[in-house]
């Protein structure tokens, strides 16, 4: 007895323990920690967090938001991702999408770079956190499936367009009015004449030396070189590290700020943004709530996406719901700590993969690392050459923009190539919020409209066999007196109307005919319309002589129709575990 008392106890610690884990994943690791991890570990969260200082200050750039904030960003939130999230490579921080709404949604508001601007930023932030959290929470994370794959491809390289224009008067020098990706190229032709040379040459070598570190540089080491992988990526992705760190020398050496009219970055406060609750107020909480879901919208989807794919190489799980909470406490955290919304970004995750990030011990050594920035060198900072940050941004956007993927859209299902083209122009000329909405209502009244309208086919056996097919495909045999139909499609209020014009059309074209067989292997669910169309069918059917019958029945499907009392309305000797058994049961042989 009092082993079976000391076994149950064992149990239920262990049980404890995994429900511990699942919900503070970092005990799994830290608890359990190897040590052969930890150089990959090291090396991996420097090599990220060389890659995410320049980064972070020119997505804070693109947002609106003093340096500064990018960098706070990508402390504090990252480590806390880091303990609650359930990939080791995913890295957390500043993008340029979530940027690109920040700065679209926000500065609709208040005048960027005013106290105001911040305030407004923080509450952001927290909004986007509560969100994130309740979906993870409440598991609701599959609302996310709402976002198609055309939707957030029209939607990314529209954006890719719009963060590039964006950044054009920091590349030329002078200011450029307008809201749309239009009216931004409009002005910035009509004020072509005020383009400081000295900055445009800056930015167009920044953005020469990041394309040659990105597309010459590490070819060259992978065949030239025997530099183990680690090394190849640490240098490689140092690209915008020391590109930056080009513009501060030659902006210092020559004091460009005074004697061309460079901008420069200027003096970034040492040290992390006080602790401060964001003020809450629900008449500005309303009016970002539209910015903070497509925030939502985008950065879950990306991240979660990223994460399954860098995990999957690992033959690891990633639990999507905990990635919500984890994203969701980021977004919190950086809210109360000076930052703005933070999700998981592409390249940047890959490089922490590629650089060996076995756990989230990785992204702590990260966030260490730019703590480490923050505290005592962000003075060197000061001539840092805000070109040089456009620079950045415009690369690495460069990415995002994918024409090729339209084509391959449209060779697949044109539909969905609609989609793509009518997101890429709303983002375009709406802005990215109606961009969205747009793309995700013309993808959902698409799915009705593909939907209300099932393929459905007549088939006849193929030979000798049970197998049955598409008369208008394969030679089959058919018979006079029955008619073999599939519906490629579950049965909803939608569709049910023309399921029910397309069997009494096909039977009225066979006169013959008195058993109609619907083969029902692809229908996954019946709502009521489309039981109460099935029940008038059989109605109609006996009117005109002929008998319904029903073959490979789901399951589940089956239990609906028993439960609703139709398989009784119908008799049981009308449905048919298989079309084979069915044909024979109807003298088809």
Not at 13 to 26: H, T, V
Not at 138 to 150: D, K, Q, T, Y
Not at 312 to 326: C, N
Request: aromatic share 6%; net charge positive.
């Amino acid at each position: 007895m009092a082993v079976s008392s000391s076994l149950q106890t064992s149990l239920a610690e262990r049980g404890a323990n995994r429900g511990l884990r699942r919900y503070l994943p970092f005990l799994g690791w830290l608890l359990h920690y190897r040590r052969v991890d930890l150089p990959s570990d090291l090396v991996a969260g420097l090599v990220t967090a060389i890659m995410l200082i320049p980064q972070s200050m020119a997505y804070a750039q693109l947002a609106g938001l003093p340096p500064q904030v990018g960098l706070y960003a990508s402390v504090a939130p990252l480590a806390i991702y880091a303990l609650l999230g359930t990939s080791g490579q995913l890295s957390v921080g500043p993008v340029a999408i979530t940027s690109l709404a920040v700065f679209a949604g926000v500065s609709a508001l208040a005048e960027p770079g005013s106290p105001r601007y911040l305030e407004l930023v923080l509450l952001l932030a927290l909004i986007v956190g509560v969100v994130k959290l309740g979906l993870g929470i409440l598991r609701l994370g599959f609302v996310m499936n709402f976002v198609s794959h055309p939707v957030l491809a029209g939607f990314t390289s529209a954006s890719a367009l719009i963060i590039a224009a964006g950044q054009l008067k920091y590349l030329l020098g002078y200011r450029i009015e307008g809201e749309r990706f239009h009216e931004v190229l409009i002005h910035a032709a009509a004020g072509i004449g005020q383009t400081n040379p000295v900055t445009l040459a800056i930015g167009l070598g920044s953005v020469v030396l990041l394309l040659l570190f990105r597309s010459r540089l590490k070819p060259f080491l992978q065949q030239r070189t025997r530099l183990p992988a680690a090394a190849t990526t640490l240098i490689v992705s140092g690209a915008p590290l020391v590109t930056v760190l080009a513009g501060i020398l030659a902006a210092w050496l020559w004091r460009l700020d005074e004697t061309a009219g460079v901008r420069v970055v200027g003096a970034i406060p040492q040290g992390f943004a006080p602790l401060t609750l964001p003020a809450l107020s629900l008449v500005d909480a309303q009016a970002l709530l539209p910015t903070a879901l497509t925030i939502v919208f985008i950065s879950v989807v990306e991240s979660i996406a990223v994460a399954k794919a860098l995990a999957s190489k690992r033959r690891k799980a990633i639990d999507a719901d905990q990635e919500l909470v984890a994203l969701g406490a980021a977004n919190l955290t950086a809210s109360v700590t000076g930052g703005y919304p933070v999700t998981g970004g592409f390249a940047r995750s890959v490089v922490n993969d590629q650089a060996g990030a076995v756990t989230g011990l990785a992204s702590l050594v990260t966030a260490a690392s730019i703590g480490v920035i923050v505290l005592w060198f962000t003075p060197l900072f000061y001539y840092l050459p805000q070109a040089v940050l456009a620079a950045t941004v415009i690369v690495a956007v460069l990415s995002l923009f994918k024409p090729g993927e339209a084509r391959h859209i449209w060779r697949m299902n044109r539909t969905d190539a609609l989609t793509w083209g009518v997101t890429f122009a709303a983002v375009l000329l709406l802005g990215i919020e109606a961009g969205i909405l747009a793309g995700v209502a013309l993808s959902l009244l698409l799915f009705l409209w593909r939907t209300s309208r099932p393929h459905i086919a007549v088939v006849g056996r193929v030979g000798q066999t049970e197998h049955f097919r598409n008369i208008l495909r394969h030679q089959v045999q058919t018979w006079p007196h029955v008619v073999a139909v599939r519906v490629d499609e579950s049965l909803y209020f939608a569709n049910t109307r023309y399921l029910e014009d397309a069997l009494l059309h096909i039977v009225a074209e066979r006169p013959d005919v008195r058993h109609l067989v619907l083969i029902g292997s692809a229908i996954n669910f019946i709502d009521a319309s489309a039981l109460e169309t099935l029940e008038a069918l059989v109605r109609e059917l006996r009117a005109a002589g002929v008998e319904l019958h029903l073959a490979e029945i789901k399951g589940p499907v089956m239990d609906q129709l028993q439960r609703a009392g139709f398989v009784e309305h119908l008799g049981a000797e009308h449905i048919h575990l298989s079309t084979h058994q069915a044909m024979l049961a109807l003298g088809c042989t």
